[in-house]
Nanobody, 122 residues
Framework: QVQLVESGGGLAQAGGSLRLSCAAS????????MGWYRQALGKQRELVAV???????TYSDSVKGRCTISRDNAKNMVYLQMNSLKPEDTAVYYC????????????????WGRGTQVTVSS
């Protein structure tokens, strides 16, 4: 069993900052990519930022320059520092990770957290 648990969401004012955290736990042999997605009310889930193998980092155009993703591989954690928040950043933010649960299986499977609400007031 693998669990991803997000924290750090809440209410912020426009122009403010929030730092989201996500901890992966359980049966983890190795982790490939970790990242953040968000889903605003009535909209589809979209990519915010992902980091793959500590090499490749991808940001959506809507957050580029305002958000920074980072990982602590020793703790199986991923963070999202969000600055200069805008009301359009309001959404549920989900953590995602591609995890290999055993040395017996070569496959990385996608796991999701339950999400943390971010609300930005104008």
């Amino acid at each position: 069993q693998v669990q991803l648990v997000e924290s750090g969401g809440g209410l912020a004012q426009a122009g403010g900052s929030l730092r989201l955290s996500c901890a992966a736990s359980g049966s983890i042999f190795s982790i490939n990519g970790m990242g953040w997605y968000r889903q605003a009310l009535g909209k589809q889930r979209e990519l915010v930022a992902v980091e793959t193998n500590g090499i490749t980092t991808t940001y959506s155009d809507s957050v580029k320059g305002r958000c920074t993703i980072s990982r602590d591989n020793a703790k199986n954690m991923v963070y999202l520092q969000m600055n200069s928040l805008k009301p359009e950043d309001t959404a549920v933010y989900y953590c995602n990770a591609y995890i290999r649960t055993s040395s017996d299986s070569p496959f990385f499977l996608s796991y999701w957290g339950r999400g943390t609400q971010v609300t930005v007031s104008s």
